[in-house]
Structure formats: C-alpha cells, structure tokens
C-alpha cells in the first residue's frame, strides 16, 4: 500500500483522487472503529461515522483558504469524534423522548391529550408540507436505518442523503416552529413567564 504524506493526502482529495480514500479507509478506519466502539457503538456506526467525517473533511479541503494545522489524523479524529459525541446525544434525547411519551400513555389527561393532539397536528402539517424526497429520507431515518442503509435503498449516493437529510431536519424544524399554532403556543408561554416571574 503507498503511504500518503498529510500534504499529499489533501491534495488527492481536492482532486477527488479514489486511491486516497482507500488508503485513509485502510490506514485510519481501525483507529475511528476504535473510538466508536469504545463509546457504546457498532461497527456499522464506525463505518457511517468515519464517512461522515470524510464528507467534512471534502466540503473544508474545497475551500481555498483550508490549511491543514495539525496532522491529518488528529483532524478526522476530532471531526469523528465530535460527530459521535453528538449521534450519542441525539440518541439519549431521542430515547429520552420516548420514555417521557410513555410516560404520558399511560395516565393520560384530558389535557395532556390536547396538548399531545395538537402537538400532532403541527408536526404533521409541518412534515406533510415537505417535499417528497426529504420525506422519504426522514421516515427512513427515523425507522433506524443509517444513511449508507438509506442510500441503498433509495440510489442516491450517501453524501447526498446526508446532506439532504441535515437540509430537511432544519426544514421541519423552521415550518414547526413557524406553524400558527406553534407561534401562539410559544407568544403564551412567553407571556405566563412574565406574569409569574
């Protein structure tokens, strides 16, 4: 296997160069798998992590003012491991969420109902009004398939259903929190705050 110096290994990926990531795929995917597993992940996490953080290291390469200012590894290993810090707080929250809900289904209110009905409705209207791709790419997620899963099934490539995937949570996002009702919710709660404090 050629070794790559870190000036080499930049330049092969500015120049979109196949050779290059498999050789970092070879040489440095042990130490990511390492990382992942050693924080409660799997290999398969490992592999989406460690292609996660090439995608970064591509978008930050592909801007002219880049320098790299340490060694490559230390880069994809702090990329990497920020990544996965953040896939473990996702989860905890996503599984926090959860609990909570069942909480709730199990003595249910009359209010709590309400609530829970037209937090429903504005997450539904909100999802619905999304194009079909962002759709399709979110439910796969949200079923638990990892975006090199998603891209199978789907034929797009995995930078694509990462990307689009990042685009369409923050478009939900910005058509919940701009759904009338969400606005009125958030305008009260405002103002039940300034009464009692």
């Given at each position: 296997?050629?070794?790559?110096?870190?000036?080499?290994?930049?330049?092969?990926?500015?120049?979109r160069d196949g050779?290059?990531?498999?050789?970092?795929?070879?040489?440095?995917?042990?130490?990511?798998?390492h990382l992942v597993?050693?924080?409660?992940?799997?290999?398969?996490?490992?592999?989406?992590?460690?292609?996660?953080?090439?995608?970064?290291?591509?978008?930050?390469?592909?801007?002219?003012?880049?320098?790299?200012?340490?060694?490559?590894?230390?880069?994809?290993?702090?990329?990497?491991?920020?990544?996965?810090?953040?896939?473990?707080?996702?989860?905890?929250?996503?599984?926090?969420?959860?609990?909570?809900?069942?909480?709730?289904?199990?003595?249910?209110?009359?209010?709590?109902?309400?609530?829970?009905?037209?937090?429903?409705?504005?997450?539904?209207?909100?999802?619905?009004?999304?194009?079909?791709?962002?759709?399709?790419?979110?439910?796969?997620?949200?079923?638990?398939?990892?975006?090199?899963?998603?891209?199978?099934?789907?034929?797009?490539?995995?930078?694509?259903?990462?990307?689009?995937?990042?685009?369409?949570?923050?478009?939900?996002?910005?058509?919940?929190?701009?759904?009338?009702?969400?606005?009125?919710?958030?305008?009260?709660?405002?103002?039940?705050?300034?009464?009692?404090?």
């Open positions: 296997m050629k070794e790559y110096t870190d000036r080499e290994i930049i330049e092969c990926l500015r120049s050779d290059v990531v498999k050789y970092l795929f070879q040489r440095y995917m042990p130490v990511i798998r597993l050693g924080n409660g992940g799997t290999s398969d996490d490992a592999q989406d992590i460690f292609q996660e953080g090439l995608m970064i290291i591509l978008e930050k390469v592909d801007e002219k003012s880049f320098t790299l200012t340490s060694k490559f590894i230390t880069l994809l290993y702090c990329i990497c491991s920020n990544l996965w810090k953040m896939t473990l707080n996702k989860r905890k929250a996503a599984d926090n969420y959860i609990r909570r809900e069942a909480v709730f289904e199990e003595e249910p209110g009359v209010e709590a109902n309400m609530d829970n009905e037209l937090y429903q409705r504005i997450f539904a209207e909100a999802f619905d009004s999304l194009e079909e791709a962002c759709k399709k790419i979110l439910k796969l997620s949200w079923s638990g398939m990892s975006p090199t899963e998603i891209s199978e099934k789907l034929g797009v490539t995995y930078g694509y259903v990462l990307k689009k995937k990042s685009e369409s949570q923050s478009d939900l996002l910005k058509k919940i929190r701009a759904h009338p009702d969400a606005v009125a919710i958030l305008g009260s709660e405002k103002r039940l705050k300034s009464i009692v404090q």
